[in-house]
Each structure stands twice: as structure tokens, then as C-alpha cells.
């Protein structure tokens, strides 16, 4: 999550550093009535939030992927700069929902965002990305 | 995109039974529904374990670290606490200290009073010893005429040196009576006085 939302593998690592170390020191406020992984993404997400912040909103090139002519994985690399284009916040709603499957209602709590919210920053997400997909592979659109 | 219902569905202002009906009728709905059915797919695909060998090793690491600092933290604030202890009993011995000697200090008449005790036993026997050498004075000058001129000069100077010794402290005396120095020398000088005038006697016996 934390490659998807910052796009360098090196930023990814620090993010999780950073969030175990915020957990270590958070844990006692940890209230056991929620959900813990609720509680993680929420530290994490924010983690990555802060990094972005400080990044100023610069993107880097996806890396660390393995380069292959495949059509299927030539898509799943396309699909991963398209999410890479993504706003912050609705990055992050469809990262959580999509690829960590994560319910459209735990997603809120850890964005701190209305249901509602996420369900249009996931719809939006979805738009985005077909239509950034559309041109370059028929097999989405098809 | 002209048809809403796939939005309204999406965004939660339509059932899910309403767009299962019309689904079937709607190609728009339909195609939009099997594209994001591959995108989300395609996503899930995304969700790979990177593999970073080194990554728990640093958050292990920095954990550790963390717990060190954390660790030296207690101990200055352990230290500073230990150390307002130390100052609260260094002033709290002072305090009981100073109060101590307030306290138990020797109070001035009961100083005077002894002072006076001690300095009038010492004048009594100064006086009795004053008074036996001026007896013994009244025996020994008579006797210096039967000496020399020159050893009668001499002891008449040295005697008169002595004498001038003891009125210059009894002068001192009289303004620091308790003045214990001056009080041996005037000491000194009766006892020279003494040993002179037996010289004297038996010089002229």
C-alpha cells in the first residue's frame, strides 16, 4: 500500500519504519473496542500523507517492477501509473478498497471520511482510471 | 455516459435489487460494470508481497533504538528527579543546621558570665602570685646594695625592663581583661621578674 501511495519502494520501506515506531509509541492509546487493522492503515495512511505533504506533490517514476512485454503485466504497470495519477485521498480510497480489499466503512474510519465520501472518491477513482486505461488497452474496454 | 443508474448505484442513492433489474436492459450499465469488474481485478493483482529483505531488519532496528531512547529518557528524568531530591535535602540541611545553631547557640550573658568566672580565678591568682613576688621584692632590694655597682646597675636595668614589661600589660589588660595572650606574657614577666630577684638574693647572700 504504502509502494502504491508513495510510488518508490525506498519511501515505502520509511513509511512503514515510520508507522511501527508511531505504533510502538501510540500503542497506549490504542482504544481495544476498535479494530486493529483499522487502527494500522489509519497510522500508515497518515504516514504516507505526511510524506506527500513533504514531497510537495512530486511524483516519481513507478519502480521496482519487473519489465516484461506480457500484455497482462504491460497492463498491470499501466494500471499502476494510472493509480500513480490518482489524487492523494482518492488514491488512497481505491488502494484500500480495490487492491487491499479493504470495506467501503473501514475505509472511512481509517481516512476519517463520511461512507459517503468514499463511495464517490471510489467512483471517481474507477472513472479516472478507465478512462486512462481506455486508449491504451482494449482489453478493459472490451 | 448517459445513463445515471450506474453512479447512483455506485454512490449508494440506489438499491442494489432497483440496478439488478435494470442492468439486464442497460448496455451502458453493463459495459461500465465489466470494465470496472477488470479494473478492480487487475488491482487485486497489484496486491504482491515486495520482497525487502532489509526492511524488518531496520524496523527492528530503529524499534530498538527507540526503546533505548526511550529508556534514557526514564533514566534523566530519574536522574533530574534524583538530583531536585538532592537539592530539597541540601537545603533541608542547611535549614535544620542554621536552626541547630540558632537554637543551641550560647547565649551572651551566659557567655559574660562564664568569661567572668574563668577571668576573675585567673586575676586572684594573679594577684597572690603579684603579691608573692612583691614580698619577695621587699626582701631582695635592700639586699642589691651589698652587690657591685656594675651588677647593681644591671639588675636595678633589668628589673626596671621587667617592670615596664608588666605595666604595659596590665595597661592592655585593664581595656581586654579577657585577653589570654597579653595575660601570659604579663605571666612571663612576673615569673622573670621572680627568678631575677632570687638571683639577686643569692647573689648578695
Known amino acids: 500500500m504504502g509502494r502504491r501511495m508513495l510510488g518508490r519502494q ?29 487502527y494500522l492503515f489509519r497510522i500508515m495512511m497518515n504516514v504516507c500523507f505526511d510524506m506527500l505533504q513533504k514531497r510537495g506533490g512530486k511524483k516519481f517514476e513507478l519502480s521496482g517492477m519487473e519489465v516484461s ?44 471520511l463520511s461512507v459517503g465520501t468514499v463511495k464517490a472518491q471510489i467512483f471517481h477513482a474507477k472513472a479516472r482510471l478507465r478512462a486512462l486505461l481506455l486508449d491504451s488497452h482494449s482489453e478493459v474496454t472490451s | 455516459m448517459n445513463c445515471a443508474f450506474y453512479q447512483k448505484y455506485e454512490l449508494g442513492e440506489m438499491d ?125 632590694l635592700p639586699q642589691m646594695a651589698k652587690l657591685d655597682i656594675e651588677l647593681m646597675l644591671l639588675y636595678r636595668d633589668r628589673l626596671e625592663t621587667i617592670e615596664a614589661q608588666i605595666v604595659r600589660c596590665k595597661e592592655t589588660l585593664a581595656t581586654n581583661p579577657g585577653n589570654a595572650h597579653i595575660r601570659r606574657y604579663l605571666l612571663a614577666a612576673l615569673q622573670d621578674k621572680k627568678e631575677t630577684l632570687r638571683e639577686l638574693l643569692q647573689l648578695a647572700g
Not at chain 2, 58 to 73: C, G
Open chain 1, 69 to 112: 512485454y506480457s500484455p497482462r503485466v504491460d497492463l498491470r504497470m499501466q494500471l499502476e501509473e494510472a493509480i500513480n495519477t490518482l489524487p492523494e485521498r482518492m488514491r488512497a480510497c481505491f488502494v484500500l478498497f480495490a487492491v487491499e480489499e479493504i470495506k467501503q466503512n473501514e475505509i472511512a474510519g481509517i481516512l476519517n
Open chain 2, 16 to 140: 442494489e435489487r432497483d440496478f439488478t433489474l435494470h442492468l439486464p436492459a442497460c448496455s451502458e450499465c453493463q459495459n461500465l460494470v465489466a470494465q470496472d469488474t477488470k479494473i478492480l481485478a487487475l488491482a487485486k493483482n497489484l496486491r504482491q508481497p515486495v520482497a525487502a529483505p532489509l526492511l524488518w531488519a531496520k524496523i527492528e532496528n530503529s524499534l530498538r533504538a527507540e526503546q533505548q531512547r526511550r529508556r534514557r529518557l526514564r533514566w534523566l528524568n530519574f536522574q533530574e528527579r534524583s538530583w531536585a531530591i538532592w537539592r530539597i535535602a541540601a537545603v533541608l540541611l542547611v535549614a535544620a543546621g542554621l536552626g541547630a545553631y540558632f537554637l543551641f547557640k550560647p547565649q551572651p550573658n551566659e557567655s559574660r558570665l562564664l568569661a567572668g568566672a574563668a577571668l576573675e580565678q585567673v586575676e586572684k591568682k594573679e594577684r597572690e602570685y603579684a603579691a608573692a613576688i612583691a614580698e619577695l621584692e621587699r626582701t631582695a
Open chain 1, 10 to 38: 525506498e519511501d515505502a520501506e520509511d513509511a512503514v519504519q515510520t508507522t511501527f515506531l508511531k505504533l510502538c509509541r501510540g500503542l497506549s492509546q490504542f482504544q481495544f473496542g476498535a479494530k486493529f487493522s483499522t
